[in-house]
Structures are given as structure tokens and as C-alpha cells.
């Protein structure tokens, strides 16, 4: 099969689109199409929010003016859309405030994108769903919005995606891409265009459901396996045991599976298994182990916060009024996301205790911080100026700083990480 000639389109310019859009812009004419017309200005100026792509990598492909030759142009205007043939959809699917799938953001890219398409174009969705969505959600809008048949006039895929935000070992193209279309021809010709540019190989999936399903069973597993060393590390601490020695023992045996207690957030692990759970429920089933897990991470909050509360106790130090300053706010190191952060279920805790919280990160996205949660994370820490020191996200830019310089004489510093592991209540 002779290499695809598409101009290809990418819904969505974050975290999972632009590292796509920049690696296929080496290969092909490419339109990165994104409503933050702020975020297309910084992309254009050669900056990524994210972090995820270099200013050098966007110098070597972000092009001023649209054209069929090999680059990025990024818009924020939907008819930059109308010469696109190939079109990948990377929006995010959160879940509602009652941890429900939010379809929203990916309805309206269907429908967004539904008037440019064509006879003989081909749609790949890139973003979580549950199983059947992509065939029962979006065909439906596309057909509406185009006037055209799918799977006759223009072709449907799907292929998941697997960035992992902060991870600098493991770049898109080094990371097997699981692909499917919604047919077999279709299938060849979606799984080509991706081979093209991935380097780890590509994996063609037998159906878009298969492909759906195990994108979302990956992260679920995660958080199920996590939720298991977090109830370990519970009972451990209550035995005062030290939970990272006890599982670098048990992984001694060959088919132990080494997991880490700690935090769960993102918008991954603490998004995917709702969607899973929710699917099931459809079907017919209710699913017991999958949202025990989720309830258990997202427990682990209030037994951050209840373990400094004890500590504060034995200074006594009580409550309220007591300042705290929790450290790192993103929802894992070296990465400024915020979505879905675990920082939050210890700052509720904490607050509803009556603390006085300040929160110091500066990695994580400000803006974000302040309009996704009404937390505004303070410029500096003030010397001396906490009785309680939470370590919350240990990025590399704060592990060396010495937090007694910001802590009272009779306050404590507790690292979280550490808490989770050793069974020295995190004390420094």
C-alpha cells in the first residue's frame, strides 16, 4: 500500500492534540483547529502550555500560512477545517460534578467539524469513551451535521490516546498506537497514517469497540491496582509498618505487579473507570469493584488530612485557624495540569476543619487552578509563616528547597509520598 496522501485536521490543541498534530506535521500538511484562539497564539508564538512539546520541536513545523506541504497551522477559525480530509478528534471527556460521562465537549467537535465533510474523508476519535460510544454518539452527529452516510460516504475510526503529561522518556512516537476503523479497508488505510509517524509500531484492533474498551480498562486496571496499595498503606500505618518496604519485598516474587500508594487524579485514572461504570449500567450490570476503587482514591484525601490533624494534635495544635500551606497542586510532578487533582480532596478536608490554607505550586496552571477550582495559588510561601507543611506534589523544582524555613518552631512538615510509604506519619 503506497503511503496515504491526506491533509489531515486535529480537533483540540492540548495535551494530547498538539504532540500529535506537531509529530504528524513532520509526515504531513497538517490543521491544528482549537477554539482557545490564546492557546492558537501561543502555539503560533512557539510556546506549549502543557509542556509537553519543546519551542524547538514547534519552530522545525508551526507554519503562518495554510498550504499542502508538511507543517502545523493552527486556528482557531473552523473553516481552516474545509480542506482537511483526515480529521482526529482530541477533546477532553471529563465527568459531571455526579461523576457521570460528560459528552459534551466531543458532541460539539462532531458537530463543529460535520459541515466540512466530504465524500471520502476519514474521522478518528482519539478521546476516552466507553464502548459504542464513538458508533452511537458521534456517527450520528456527523450524519447529521455533513447530510452524508458514514461508513458509505465517509469512514469512522478510533484510536486511543496514550500521552502520559510530564513524561519526557516516553515521547508519542515511542508508544504503541492502537488503531481500528469501521472497516476493514478503512481500518488499513486509519492504521497507515499512524505507522507513518510512530515509531513503536502500530496495533490494528478488530473493531472500534475493542479499541474503545481497552483504552478504558488500561487506566481503570490502574486505579483499581492503586486503590489496593492505598488500603494497604491504611492498614499498614495502623500497624506501623513500612508499606514501601513491605512491597519491595512482596516484588521479590516474579508476577508481583508493582504498584505506588499515593493521590489519584488526572485526566485519566480518576475519569476512565466512570466511564466504564457507566457503560456497564447500561448493559445490565452494576459494577461493584470498579467504583470501590474509585471511592477508596478518592478517600485518600481525607486520610491525608486527618493524619496532619493528628500530628498538629500531639503539638497541640488545634483547629481552627491554624495555617496551613499545601505544596504542589497539579495532580502528578513536573506537570502543570490540574484537572481531576487530588490536592483538592485534602484542601476540602483541611478546610472543613477550619483551616487557614495557602497554596504554593508553580508549575501548575494559575488560571486553571483559579477557574476550575476558585484556588488561587500564592506567588511566594511567607517565611516562618505555617504550622502545617503538606507536601503534596514533590515536583523537581521543590524537592530541594528547605521547607523549615517557612515552617514555625513548633509547627510539622508532612510529605505525602513518604506518608504513603513509611510509617513516620511523612514527618521530616
Known sequence: MSEPKFKIGVIGLGYVGLPLATLLA???????FDLNARRVSQINS?????????????KAVVKTIDSEHNGLYCSSDPS???AVNFYI???PTPVTQDNEPDFSLLEKASADLGPYLKKGDYV???STVYPGATEEICLPILEKYSGLKGKEDFYLGYSPERINPGDKARKLKDILKITSGCSPASAAVINQVYATVIEAGTYPAPSIMVAEAAKVIENAQRDLNIAFVNELAIVFSKMNLNTHEVLKAAATKWNFMPFSPGLVGGHCIGVDPYYLAAKAKLVGHDPKVILAGR???????SFVAHQVLHMLALKKIGMPGTEVLLVGFSFKENCPDVRNTGVMSVYHALD???????????????????NSYGVSLIHEPKKLGYQAIVLCVPHKTLIDIDW???NTNKGIIYKVKEAFSTASDGQL
Not at 46 to 58: A, H, I, M, Q
Open 80 to 82: 481552516s477545517l474545509g
Open 26 to 32: 513532520e509526515k504531513f500538511a497538517v490543521v491544528g
Open 89 to 91: 478528534v482530541c477533546v
Open 124 to 126: 478518528v476519535y482519539e
Open 295 to 301: 471511592k477508596l482514591n478518592n478517600d485518600m484525601g
Open 352 to 370: 472543613s476543619f477550619g483551616a487557614q490554607i495557602s497554596v504554593y505550586d508553580p508549575v501548575a496552571d494559575k488560571e486553571a487552578a483559579l
Open 46 to 58: 512557539f510556546s506549549d502550555p502543557t509542556f509537553e512539546v519543546s519551542k524547538e520541536s514547534l
Open 404 to 406: 523549615r524555613v517557612y
